[in-house]
């Protein structure tokens, strides 16, 4: 990964950095590897990412339907 710091402006030349990092995910891995993580916990941890990822479908395909956005009912 490369970045250009143009002018001495070292600060915009961090917040691409960041920027980069962040979109390649390196900062997610780093969080991750903090600490152990066990089988239990990765289980649970999907599950709860497969239920927002089709909430979010739902209120998607919820707000294409109805044309208005979707209604908070739980």
Same mark, same amino acid.
């Given at each position: 990964m490369r @970045?250009? @710091?143009r002018n001495n402006n @070292?600060?915009?030349a961090l917040r @691409?950095?960041?920027k980069?990092?962040?979109l390649d995910g390196l900062f997610n891995e780093l969080r991750e590897r903090e600490h152990y993580v066990g089988k239990s916990e990765k289980r649970r941890r999907s599950k709860a990412a497969a239920v927002r990822r089709q909430r979010k479908?739902?209120?998607k395909r919820e707000e294409e339907f109805n044309g208005g956005p979707p209604q908070?009912?739980?």
């Amino acid at each position: 990964m490369r @970045v250009d @710091v143009r002018n001495n402006n @070292v600060d915009q030349a961090l917040r @691409v950095l960041k920027k980069k990092l962040q979109l390649d995910g390196l900062f997610n891995e780093l969080r991750e590897r903090e600490h152990y993580v066990g089988k239990s916990e990765k289980r649970r941890r999907s599950k709860a990412a497969a239920v927002r990822r089709q909430r979010k479908e739902n209120a998607k395909r919820e707000e294409e339907f109805n044309g208005g956005p979707p209604q908070n009912n739980r």
